[in-house]
């Protein structure tokens, strides 16, 4: 799992309601990104850092907004979800100079 | 617009048997090209990785093919056994490595029967 830990692995929130999804890494990794998994979508990429507070946006980037003060760290935040914004979250980290990019473990948002 | 294809979305297989999974790209710039299996409840992993200077790599059971006049490269399953099931995905990149955007198909649910 490349010393990656995401929190919650689960979550059920009311829309409306603000969330905050973790992502931790605990090997020093520049780069990071969210991807959201749905059925018959396959993986679709949120956003992405490539340093402390340095972030950009990805394919499916509205109504989510990310923070990183700390190499380790990686937020996802839904503002106010929404029942579209029910699915699965992956964080992933690749190393400097390498194409490879490795997953968590996946935390299960429902939004009601 | 989708860039990048996959079919089928579900493949069952004996055991033993071959499974071929195809994808096809768009965007002439993709340069890296893996291929991720997930099983259900975790997060993908990677399972092997081309890049277009190669025409096929293998590693294992598995095996990539590329066919870059075709936009088009699949995963071979040679053997395939009962673990083997899961889901894959194929994905495509472009850059100089370290801020990869992978784009990735829809996925293929492969079912491998004893």
């Known amino acids: 799992d490349a010393g990656i830990t995401q929190s919650p692995r689960h979550k059920v929130t009311e829309t409306g309601t603000p969330v905050t999804l973790r992502c931790h890494q605990t090997?020093?990794?520049?780069?990071m990104y969210w991807y959201r998994q749905d059925p018959g979508h396959g993986l679709r990429l949120i956003h992405y850092?490539?340093?402390?507070?340095?972030?950009d946006k990805g394919e499916v980037s509205d109504g989510y907004s990310v923070s990183r003060s700390k190499t380790e760290d990686f937020l996802l935040t839904l503002e106010s979800a929404t029942s579209s914004q029910t699915s699965v979250y992956f964080c992933?980290?690749?190393?400097?100079?390498?194409?490879?990019?490795?997953f968590g473990p996946g935390t299960r948002l429902t939004v009601t | 617009q989708q860039q990048v294809k996959q079919s089928p979305q579900s493949l069952i297989v004996q055991k033993g048997g071959i499974s071929i999974i195809n994808c096809a790209y768009e965007?002439?710039?993709?340069?890296?090209f893996p291929w991720y299996q997930q099983f259900p409840g975790k997060g993908p992993a990677l399972l092997i990785a081309?890049?277009?200077?190669?025409s096929e790599k293998k590693e294992g059971r598995f095996t990539i093919s590329f066919n870059k006049s075709a936009k088009q490269f699949s995963l071979h399953i040679m053997d395939s056994q009962p673990g083997d099931s899961a889901t894959y995905f194929c994905?495509?990149?472009?850059?100089?490595?370290?801020?990869?955007?992978?784009?990735f198909g829809k996925g293929t649910k492969l079912t491998v029967n004893p």
């Open positions: 992933a980290i690749s190393l400097a100079g390498s194409y490879e990019q490795y």
């Open positions: 090997e020093n990794h520049r780069y």
């Open positions: 850092s490539y340093g402390v507070k340095d972030t």
């Open positions: 965007n002439t710039a993709f340069d890296y």
């Open positions: 081309i890049r277009p200077d190669v």
């Open positions: 994905a495509a990149s472009m850059g100089q490595g370290g801020s990869e955007k992978l784009v």
